[in-house]
């Protein structure tokens, strides 16, 4: 495998606008296309040492023994004048394995990612907490790129994104942008985001909350007046505060309640689905914004009474669930029932609300 062959294999990966390329020993390289794993044709299955030396080039000057243990490394590569992917490097069965994510070079704008409208009325919140959410692979990054590009095109502000890897590059726009990557700029989220508060930001961009440390800065920089944008692993907006409480050890969590009440703004999950025409993926959005009501929910506990909260907001708030939305796309014909049902979270109630059309 050398340089000319690897960079071939990624070409073909972003012409068919794949959104991952595998690498792994004993396979041939295999591609993501619209949801589906596909085996390259006429690529003979990798070598321990193939995989290796696609490791090597990926790393640059970085040294790594592939011979000792070593931990999972993300990073990120170009490939001249088609993409960007963000590598993920790790050890399995004793030899070395890659999965790249392709980060095109374009930022698509909410419209052109089939988002809801309303994402870009959240994203011209001056102040606050906006979580992006989501199973991996399911657009967490695209959505947050596109909020910024946003932002980019209609105020005047200082954004500062904290990224590990970087992944998508903004162009300069109405917005002073800086980007910092975790271990070239900045040892860790917390540090960076500390140090971000003393740089004169309008809106920080956190690639993910992953610990107690990171959540606890984000809050308090949403709560000094700076509009903080990030993702958490989280199937839907119940599960995210959910999961952000959590975070914090047990005698902290009454009180993260509350400062999670006051300064979150919304929480947009995503799920991917295929399209109906089979060439396409079709984000399906559960939108939460933060009412006076869903706050004191937040604040008291009472979660089990948002889901009812979102699905009544929906005109006034513009809210909706997942399943409210997945009526939406199977009515206009974007997605099919069967994906539709295989999504919802609810399948019973999905059914029984599409037929009814409600």
């Known amino acids: 495998m050398d340089k000319n062959s690897f960079h071939k294999l ?28 596909l085996g390259a044709i006429r ?8 995989t290796e030396i696609i490791a090597t080039m990926i790393l640059g000057e970085r040294q790594v023994d592939f011979y000792k243990p070593f931990g999972e490394i993300d990073v990120s590569y170009s490939l001249s004048g088609m993409g960007r992917f963000r590598a993920s490097i790790f050890r399995q069965r004793g030899s070395v394995g890659i999965v790249m994510r392709l980060i095109p070079f374009d930022v ?18 001056r102040r606050g907490l906006i979580l992006i959410t989501g199973a991996t692979g399911n657009g967490k ?24 890897p970087l992944e998508y590059l903004f162009e300069p726009g109405k917005c002073m942008i800086i980007q910092r990557e975790l271990g070239s700029d900045t040892e860790s989220f917390k ?9 004169d930001p ?24 700076h509009l903080v944008i990030s993702a958490i692993h989280t199937p839907d907006s119940v599960s995210t505060v959910q999961r952000f409480v959590g975070m914090f050890p047990t005698d902290a969590q009454d ?7 006051d300064a979150l703004q919304a929480v947009i999950s995503l799920r991917l689905l295929a399209g109906k025409d089979s060439r396409a993926r079709i984000p399906a959005v559960e939108i939460m914004r933060v009412t006076r009501t869903i706050r ?4 008291t506990g009472r979660l089990n009474d948002i889901p009812d909260l979102i699905s009544k907001g929906r005109d006034l708030y513009s809210m909706q669930l997942f399943d409210q939305h997945l009526v939406e796309l199977t009515k206009v014909g974007l997605i099919s029932v069967e994906a539709a049902i295989y999504a919802s979270s609810n399948p019973d109630e999905f059914e029984r609300a599409l037929n009814f059309g409600e």
């Open 10 to 37: 990624l070409a073909f990966g972003v012409e068919r606008g794949v959104s991952d390329i595998h690498f792994e020993v004993g396979y041939p390289p295999h591609y993501r296309l619209n949801g589906e794993l």
């Open 43 to 50: 690529v003979p299955p990798l070598s321990a040492k193939d």
């Open 108 to 125: 698509k704008s909410v419209e052109d990612l089939n988002l809801p409208p309303v994402i870009a009325e959240i994203a011209d919140s």
């Open 141 to 164: 990054t695209t959505t947050i790129a596109s909020i910024i590009r946003y932002i980019n095109e209609t105020r005047h502000a200082h954004i500062i994104t904290i990224e590990d």
């Open 191 to 199: 540090d960076a985001l500390t140090a971000a508060l003393r740089q």
């Open 202 to 225: 309008d809106v920080i961009m956190v690639g993910e909350i992953r610990d107690s440390e990171t959540a606890a800065t984000c809050l308090k920089a949403a709560e000094t007046g």
């Open 255 to 261: 009180i993260t309640r509350d400062r999670l009440g």
């Open 296 to 299: 004191e929910c937040i604040r």
